[in-house]
């Protein structure tokens, strides 16, 4: 399957994968290129790996956290396959399961107190591709134009000016979508 053109951008953003790509036995097929890991062509879910918590079942809250951050973004399904066939192509697979299953998917806070959480995470760290993601998620978990703008001016203070000033050209970017 293929996630709608116009929010690429935006699937490259929250796992660094060119495009959102479905192959046919890809996701708990044989093996499908995954490399080094073991059962490969077994039989065993190739999502599983050594922890079994994090087989399919974070995978699948994954999935569920992530369309609800992002609508529109990423196709239903479950052979959704999020690797791009480059270097680190797993990369997106383990935020799947590690961010959006073990983190986004916890109870404890609401959804919109992790994004202003991950916000200020992220200014603090001058990520400003996933900042520019993270607003737009923001927006969808309820956060005004004006709280986040008070989140990068709360952010002055701890993480700096230049910090704060990359974070709300990186914010303007993502609200002007």
Excluded: C
Excluded at 23 to 51: I, K, L, M, N, T
Excluded at 137 to 157: K, M, Q, S
């Amino acid at each position: 399957m293929r996630a709608m053109d116009a929010e690429e951008p935006i699937a490259a953003e929250v796992g660094g994968a060119d495009g959102v790509e479905s192959a046919p036995g890809s996701v708990g097929g044989e093996g499908g290129g995954r490399g080094g890991r073991s059962g490969a062509g077994s039989g065993a879910d190739p999502q599983v790996g050594a922890d079994p918590r994090a087989g399919t079942d974070l995978r699948a809250a994954g999935l569920k956290a992530m369309r609800e951050a992002l609508p529109g973004v990423f196709p239903e399904g479950d052979d959704l396959d999020l690797r791009d066939g480059r270097l680190g192509e797993e990369l997106v697979e383990i935020g799947l399961t590690s961010v959006w299953g073990a983190l986004w998917a916890r109870e404890g806070l609401s959804r919109r107190d992790r994004s202003l959480v991950t916000l200020g995470i992220l200014i603090a760290l001058g990520a400003e591709t996933e900042l520019r993601t993270h607003v737009r998620i923001a927006r969808t978990n309820g956060l005004t134009e004006d709280e986040i703008a008070e989140v990068i001016y709360h952010a002055t203070g701890y993480a700096g000016f230049p910090a704060a000033t990359a974070a709300r050209n990186a914010a303007r970017e993502a609200l002007a979508d």
